[in-house]
């Protein structure tokens, strides 16, 4: 039985909730969004991810109306969305800070909204406590915010965000304020609740690892641009670019020149080195100048040459970084290139097999790394 896949954005026939069409929003003489399409659709859960200052926080306020765009239109179901104010959008915007009323209990600080739209008392207990129960906060509910720990604010934040049942929750940096453990367990419960409200989630981040757990979609954004919109595993296993291979995970990035062969590639790169052969569904012109990216946990180690290995070439143990989970040896070539290798640490206590300064054999398959023009 086929599972039913979530990928809205492969129907043609999908009508998108959010559509930003060729937006661009100035400062002064500084351009913050850069002529900018992109569809967001019903029940998304999508990232928008960049280092500082690449324009992701703009493109959230201008979806909350508390920014106008300079040229082009965002539109929210089908409607231009410029006239409204922020008030009368149905979005709600989650901040990194919570926002949270000191004075006010868990309970009254998730009323606030549903009091200001002076919803009737019955119903607005119902929602309250359906609120708490989907953020697991029931037990909480009479406290005040400084008398619960920092996951359970956020948590309120979220209640309350999600109280007034808006189409469209923007959360920015939500679980920068959290510890690691405690970001990772919130990123699941996000997507839970998330998929149980069947609301649409746009996310705000600058960790790669958040946007590619929870996200069904992540945009990969640099100077106002989005430079490439994909499902986390394409994005990762199939980057259009040297940026987005490099800005997500870590990558051995290989310079060089190419021919085909075939089906396959064959790069000159290195003095002294074998081509690196690969396969490619792109065509490039002979002696193309390529950029050839390969993940280091794609790179086999070994103390001698592997026999039928595609790609295979012998360094030096330059430096070693041990994770607990993983340990990855950063090898040196003869011409002075390091090529990152990882290896997983399955045993509980295990003797490793290379040290500093060893000799050893790196190899990869054909299909293991990816050529970029860009």
């Known amino acids: 039985m086929a599972l039913d896949v979530f990928a809205p954005w492969d129907d043609p026939d ?18 913050a969004i850069d002529d900018l399409t992109v569809d967001i659709f019903e029940k998304e859960f999508f990232a928008l991810l960049g280092p500082s200052g690449c324009g992701k926080t703009t493109m959230m306020r201008m979806l ?36 949270l009323f000191p004075h006010l ?16 008392k019955d119903e607005m207990g119902a929602r309250v406590d359906e609120m708490l129960r989907l953020t697991r906060l029931e037990k909480f509910a009479r ?9 359970q604010r956020q948590r309120v934040a979220l209640a309350r965000s999600l109280a007034k049942a808006p189409k469209l929750l923007l959360l920015d940096e939500p679980l920068g304020a959290l510890d690691k453990k405690l970001r990772q367990e919130t990123q699941f419960e996000l997507m839970d609740i998330q998929e149980s409200t069947g609301t649409t989630f746009v996310i705000v981040t600058h960790d790669q690892e958040e946007a590619m757990t929870v996200a069904s979609r992540v945009a990969v954004m640099d100077h106002g641009k989005i ?36 089906a396959q590639l064959r790069m000159t790169w290195a003095e002294g080195q074998p081509e ?12 193309q100048s390529v950029h050839f990216a390969i993940r280091p946990e794609k790179v086999s180690i070994s103390a001698e040459k592997p026999v039928d290995a595609a790609n295979a070439v012998q360094g030096q143990v330059l430096d070693i ?14 011409g002075g290139q390091v090529i990152k290798a990882q290896t997983a640490n399955n045993r509980r206590i295990s003797r490793r097999s290379f040290t500093w300064e060893d000799s050893v054999w790196l190899s990869w398959t054909a299909t293991a790394g990816v050529f970029l023009e860009q």
């Not at 490439?228 to 980057?239: C, F, M, N, R």
């Open 276 to 287: 690196i052969v690969g396969e490619t569904s792109k065509t490039f012109g002979k002696d």
């Open 321 to 334: 970084a041990y994770l607990g989970n993983i340990s990855t040896y950063h090898v040196q070539l003869p």
């Open 105 to 120: 209990s868990v309970w009254e600080n998730i009323a606030f909204g549903l009091r200001r739209d002076k919803m009737p």
């Open 227 to 262: 430079v490439q919109v994909a499902t986390p595993d394409a994005i990762y296993e199939a980057p259009n670019s040297t940026y987005v291979a490099d800005f997500i995970g870590d990558v051995n990035m290989i310079t060089g020149t190419v021919r085909a062969e075939g």
């Open 143 to 151: 406290r005040k915010p400084h008398q619960i720990s920092g996951g």
């Open 64 to 99: 909350a109306g508390f920014e106008t765009p300079s040229d082009g239109t965002i539109l929210l179901s089908g409607q231009d969305m410029a006239p409204v104010p922020p008030n009368q959008r149905a979005v709600n915007m989650m901040f990194q800070s919570y926002a």
């Open 14 to 31: 999908a009508k998108p909730l959010i559509q930003f069409k060729n937006v661009t929003k100035r400062f002064g003489d500084f351009t």
